[in-house]
């Protein structure tokens, strides 16, 4: 299991969201988000600066077992 990767704003570094595996987590007050597994584009407006910033997940597809039979 790996560690948990924090998405910060690309201009100031405001923590935006964490992802945590297949998840991204979204928190800001009362307001909580989570994006889970598959392919996304989450797009968000920094709080602080107003920037742009986009993140992409895209859920990583098994290798696949070919068998002879």
Avoid: F
């Amino acid at each position: 299991m790996g560690a948990d990767k924090e998405w910060r704003c690309k201009e100031c570094e405001t923590l935006l969201g964490v992802e945590s595996g297949v998840r991204l987590h979204l928190r800001y007050k009362q307001a909580q988000y989570v994006v889970d597994g598959g392919d996304y584009t989450v797009i968000a407006v920094c709080r602080n600066c107003s920037t742009v910033n986009e993140r992409t997940g895209r859920k990583s597809h098994p290798k696949s077992i070919v068998t002879s039979g």
